[in-house]
């Protein structure tokens, strides 16, 4: 998984390259869009020196790439908002150029989508390369939009600035947001508490669990879409001890034919899809102790809490 992300990285790194030395020949707007890609792949380049060095240290490796990716929003934002207000003269080109930039640009939203597939690790770094991976498909769709309405303002005198700082500062602003998520991730996210074990002390309370049973499964954020999350767990007696899992989501259930079609419609539907996940995303804030409250309501104890209750009583 690691090499796949080392290659991801480098073809986006060559990618942007060539974003760059077009924007040279076209507009310095878009060489802009490079330097802005080139500071997002540093903060993917971060996680996966974490992940090489595989120290315990992750809060330094998670706290620089939030930088990295806040840093970048903050400047573009800001230069988007000095775009707005002097605005800036678009050269002439050839279609030759639109087609070859537009290129360029598929082919890094191909890329970034598929490191959004393939990064199936539940890690804490590997959360945030797919996030990355997330920001850099936005910014390829972002480069598209600005090289065809570059290309309109130029040849036939439509004024589309406002259009593009738009939607830089809408797109550099969601990625300054990712970069906050990536820092309050790890208090209230599912990744690293996905275990948990919780023992029966009050029986009296217990509405919720039969312990006749040999499994449970307790619903904690239903969705069709984007899948489910469920605690599935062993009854062993008094102690209930599972983890929490995410069910498939559609994407994963759809068919092949269904999925060419999304990709077609992929920069339509791609706003619609991230609207719900961030529904969905503050649907499922803190899982984990949603999920110890619920248990805690029906009489259950985490073991966590229990042993560390014993061992306060043993100090004099």
């Known amino acids: 998984m690691i090499v796949k992300t080392i290659l991801s990285l480098c073809c986006s790194a060559i990618l942007s390259s060539g974003k760059l030395v077009i924007g040279l020949f076209i507009d310095y707007i878009l060489c802009i869009i490079a330097v802005y890609?080139?500071?997002?792949?540093?903060?993917?380049?971060?996680?996966?020196?974490?992940?090489?060095?595989?120290?315990?240290?992750?809060?330094?490796?998670?706290?620089?790439?939030?930088i990295f990716l806040f840093l970048s929003g903050i400047f573009y934002n800001g230069y988007m908002c000095k775009f707005i207000l002097s605005g800036h003269t678009v050269k002439e080109y050839s279609i030759v150029y639109v087609y070859l930039f537009a290129l360029i640009s598929f082919s890094e939203f191909g890329f970034a989508i598929a490191g959004i597939l393939q990064v199936k690790d539940k890690g804490l770094l590997f959360r945030d390369i797919k996030i990355i991976n997330l920001c850099i498909a936005?910014?390829?769709?972002?480069?598209?939009q600005?090289?065809?309405?570059?290309?309109?303002?130029?040849?036939?005198?439509?004024?589309?600035?406002?259009?593009?700082?738009?939607?830089?500062?809408?797109?550099?602003?969601?990625?300054?947001?990712?970069?906050i998520y990536i820092l309050i991730a790890p208090k209230i996210n599912v990744t690293g508490k996905e275990h948990n074990v919780f023992f029966l002390q009050a029986e009296e309370k217990n509405a919720l669990i039969n312990l006749n049973n040999d499994t449970v499964e307790i619903s904690l954020c239903r969705s069709f879409i984007y899948g489910s999350y469920v605690y599935r767990a062993k009854?062993?007696?008094?102690?209930?001890?599972?983890?929490?899992?995410?069910?498939?989501?559609?994407?994963?259930?759809?068919?092949?034919?269904?999925?060419?079609?999304?990709?077609?419609?992929?920069?339509?539907?791609?706003?619609?899809?991230?609207?719900?996940?961030?529904?969905?995303?503050?649907?499922?804030?803190?899982?984990?102790?949603?999920?110890e409250y619920k248990m805690n309501k029906n009489g259950f104890t985490k073991v966590e809490e229990i042993s560390e209750l014993s061992q306060s009583k043993e100090i004099p």
């Open 37 to 66: 890609t080139f500071v997002i792949l540093l903060a993917k380049l971060v996680c996966i020196i974490g992940l090489i060095k595989r120290k315990r240290d992750f809060k330094r490796y998670n706290l620089i790439a939030a």
């Open 138 to 144: 936005l910014i390829a769709i972002l480069t598209t």
């Open 146 to 179: 600005t090289t065809i309405l570059d290309y309109n303002s130029a040849t036939k005198t439509v004024n589309t600035d406002i259009f593009n700082a738009y939607t830089g500062i809408g797109v550099s602003g969601f990625i300054a947001l990712c970069s």
């Open 235 to 291: 009854i062993e007696g008094k102690q209930i001890d599972g983890n929490i899992e995410r069910n498939k989501s559609l994407w994963k259930r759809m068919p092949l034919w269904s999925k060419i079609i999304c990709c077609v419609l992929s920069e339509i539907l791609i706003f619609v899809w991230l609207i719900g996940r961030l529904i969905f995303f503050l649907r499922s804030i803190n899982l984990p102790k949603r999920l």
